[in-house]
């Protein structure tokens, strides 16, 4: 099977691999260097950190990448969505990856820079608007993903839906570990693939170990939804925090610093974050991917390029 080329405006990965940016802190400068290094995406998450943090981490990305290509990922739920935005064009970031809401302003604000911005989409209407308003491609994400989701629907089932009703690139996410989904993807009109939780278990991701350990622990029936305070469901692991999130008896947010532009309190989702990426698992909430579960092992971001490329040459 041949691999597709992925263009995305300017920009053309030597392999069609994006890697997930993944908020708070989880994929840093270290992770999506090392991806671009590898010759796919690179993907910054830019929610949840400073303006100041967000510049320090494009600028060390930028000076390990090796002139590979780098992006942020970016939530239009954050209150801070469009100083976010302006930050990573001021730091010439070539994609904004943006999702867990639409933003019609974003293409304005892209207009004289050589920054691309490419949804993040669960359906056919915004996939259309999306091409409508310019992007020059869209991420079709599905169900399997972990983290907020915008759809209870399979990739399976809405990736042929939006690859034909648009004439731009379709990057398909969701559940994707190894290079057997690749060829899946592909298969169903896909000109590229974005993965995030099969990075996570790569030498180069910052998290904790303990992070690391619930992933490579985690059974099929581990992977859970839970509610979240950003008003959109998420797909994490079972741990002691899931729990009391389903008993309704997480504590109340201290300290609230209004990250989000609608928020129920239910509890800190910040902060629940953070707890987990720091090693604190039985206190936050572990975002995952439906497929974590067929992952055992931690590599070098260099060498899970080796295998997904491998598998997907030898897919039928």
């Known amino acids: 099977m041949q691999l597709p080329t992925l263009r995305i405006a300017d920009y053309i990965p030597r392999f069609p691999i994006i890697q997930g940016g993944m908020s708070v802190r989880v994929s840093t400068a270290s ?16 929610t949840g950190i400073s303006l100041a943090e967000l510049k320090d981490e494009i600028r060390q990305a930028r000076s390990r990448a090796e002139g590979g290509i780098l992006g942020v990922n970016i939530m239009f739920a954050a209150r801070q ?9 001021d730091e010439k970031i070539d994609i904004i990856f943006t999702g867990a809401g639409f ?3 974003i293409f304005r604000w892209v ?12 359906s056919v209407k915004a996939a259309r608007l999306a091409e409508k308003l310019g992007a020059p491609a869209v991420v079709a994400e599905g169900s399997e993903a972990g983290g907020h989701l915008g759809t209870d629907r399979s990739i399976k089932d809405i990736l042929p839906e939006i690859v034909k009703s648009v004439n731009i690139p379709v990057i398909a996410a969701g559940g994707i570990v190894d290079g057997k989904d690749m060829a899946e993807m592909v298969n169903l009109g896909a000109s590229g693939i974005q993965m995030a939780t099969r990075f996570v278990l790569s030498e180069e991701c910052s998290v904790a170990d303990e992070y690391k350990q619930l992933y490579l622990e985690a059974r099929e029936e581990d992977v859970i939804i ?3 305070p950003v008003g959109m469901p998420g797909r994490a692991l079972k741990n002691k925090f899931a729990r009391l999130i389903a008993e309704d008896d997480t504590p109340e947010p201290e300290d609230c610093d209004a990250c ?17 990426r720091e090693g604190q698992v039985d206190d936050g909430v572990v ?20 295998q997904i490329l491998a598998e997907f040459a030898a897919a039928k």
């Not at 969505?81 to 064009?89: D, G």
């Not at 207009?111 to 669960?122: F, G, L, M, R």
């Not at 989000?260 to 987990?276: G, T, V």
């Open 31 to 46: 992770l999506a260097s090392a991806v671009a290094r590898a010759g796919g995406i690179g993907v910054i998450g830019a």
């Open 81 to 89: 969505f469009a100083e976010l935005v302006k930050t990573s064009i």
């Open 103 to 105: 933003s019609r302003d």
């Open 111 to 122: 207009q004289d820079s050589t920054t691309a911005v490419v949804p993040i989409v669960s």
């Open 226 to 228: 839970i509610k979240s």
């Open 260 to 276: 989000l532009k609608n928020c129920s309190a239910d509890y800190c989702i910040l902060q629940a974050l953070n707890h987990a």
């Open 287 to 306: 975002f995952a991917g439906q497929n974590v579960f067929k992952i055992k092992d931690i590599l070098p971001v260099s060498r899970i390029f080796e």
